[in-house]
């Protein structure tokens, strides 16, 4: 039986992140000094700020590839690296975080796919390999993955046949392959020729149309404030302000959301 945090810490059973005074140092520099965040099971949350505001250290703190120092982090009532016993935390084996990991999609800038495999195989690995799948099943699903982000004919093409638009839309249905409960993006688009972004917000806007649980952190603005269900802006490793995202882009009650989005806008 899958443990659930959720009830004992106060949490709502329809949230999927929870995230309370979460820190993060790097010997002694603080990355992350208190970050308090919620994102209900079937929204979307945009995280937006300057570099080096601690979007991405959050992100990568969420499924664990950064693990935290403090604070209280749970992914669908359950913490990701950890178990907790006597009141304790003691951390996973390397085997059970990974197992653990696999329910938590990752996008990154720079899609990571394997350069020596074709789009068909990249996005067969890790169902087969992680979540012990047969292959005809995980051939099957990645077929359907990539006609549903428009890419069913590229399936024996290898990565640098394509568009860095079509690798990231080839990177998006390889997350969505190891059938997660939510979808990190870290900055999805930030490496694409202009021309290009389209295509990729129109698969992630498919997606939370289909009520797909998504934290973003994004410069696109504009897909925030159409897509998102809250807007976060976090600077200095705090979360400055967050609410509705087309209320914060219209009227920031912080100064500083306001002197941030009057450069970016």
Do not use: W
């Not at 209900?40 to 995280?47: K, Q």
């Not at 979808?183 to 992630?204: C, H, K």
């Not at 509705?244 to 970016?264: C, G, H, Q, W, Y």
């Amino acid at each position: 039986m899958k443990t659930n945090h959720f009830e004992r810490f106060g949490v709502s059973s329809s949230v999927m992140i929870h995230a309370s005074d979460v820190r993060k140092s790097y010997g002694s520099y603080e990355v992350l000094k208190g970050v308090n965040v919620s994102v209900p099971n079937g929204s979307v949350a945009c995280i937006i700020g300057p570099s080096g505001s601690g979007k991405s250290t959050f992100l990568r703190c969420i499924n664990h590839l950064e693990d935290i120092n403090s604070g209280l982090l749970l992914v669908d009532g359950d913490f990701v690296g950890y178990r907790l016993k006597d009141d304790r935390l003691h951390e996973l084996r390397a085997s059970q975080i990974c197992a653990r990991r696999a329910e938590i999609g990752m996008v990154f800038q720079h899609f990571n796919l394997f350069p020596h495999m074709t789009v068909l195989e990249n996005l067969m690995e890790a169902p087969v390999r992680v979540r012990g799948e047969k292959r005809a099943e995980a051939r099957q699903h990645a077929l359907e993955l990539l006609r549903r982000v428009g890419l069913a004919e590229k399936a024996s093409a290898y990565p640098r046949q394509l568009s860095g638009g079509q690798q990231q839309r080839v990177a998006i249905a390889r997350a969505l392959a190891m059938r997660p409960k939510v979808l990190l993006f870290d900055e999805p688009t930030s490496a694409l020729d202009p021309e290009l972004v389209g295509e990729v917000l129109s698969v992630m806007k498919d997606l939370a149309r289909d009520g797909m649980t998504m934290v973003v952190v994004t410069h696109e603005i504009g897909f925030a404030r159409e897509v998102a269900d809250q807007l976060i802006f976090m600077d200095g490793g705090t979360v400055m302000e967050q609410g509705d995202p087309r209320e914060m882009i219209a009227n920031p009650k912080s100064p500083r959301t306001r002197e941030f989005l009057a450069k970016v806008l």
